[in-house]
């Protein structure tokens, strides 16, 4: 979008690129308390020549959810790595805001991490995890944006 009281288009500082297929989750079933790995980010050739200085994770989601109950996002995190096969966090995990309510509901969390000093293949993991023992279920996608680019 143009900000014309700026003058200038702030989405063309942002790359958008994709991190996972959307994660169905049924309260104590498929998906509950389950370990979600994004794709890996290649920043040395994925992207020609252009070089980012920030990675966010954007996880938006949909649930269904009896009175009392929630959808936490947690132990989200980034990974790097210098081959694409060996991975450490590039700090601790982290449990997003949760979505509660009664009701379909819907929420959106932001992850960010510092690419400056990031070695050559990014990822994220999050977890989803509903509260409720039973019948309440929700969809979570992820896609990540990067921003601060410059061309080398």
Do not use: Y
């Not at 509950?32 to 252009?50: H, I, Y």
């Amino acid at each position: 979008m143009k900000t014309t009281a700026l003058g200038r288009d702030d989405a063309a500082l942002l790359t958008p690129a994709f991190a996972a297929a959307e994660t169905a989750v049924t309260a104590g079933g498929a998906g509950d308390n389950t370990e979600v790995t994004t794709a890996a980010l290649d920043l040395r050739d994925q992207f020609g020549t252009l070089r980012f200085t920030s990675l966010t994770l954007v996880l938006a989601a949909t649930a269904t959810l009896t009175a009392g109950q929630s959808l936490a996002l947690k132990a989200a995190r980034f990974q790097h790595s210098d081959d694409g096969t060996s991975w450490s966090d590039v700090k601790d995990g982290v449990t997003l805001p949760p979505i509660a309510g009664t009701g379909t509901v819907t929420g959106a969390a932001k992850l960010g991490c510092n690419l400056v000093e990031a070695k050559r293949f990014v990822r994220a993991k999050f977890t989803p995890d509903l509260s409720a023992s039973g019948t309440d279920t929700a969809k979570v996608g992820a896609a990540f944006v990067l921003s601060g680019p410059s061309r080398i």
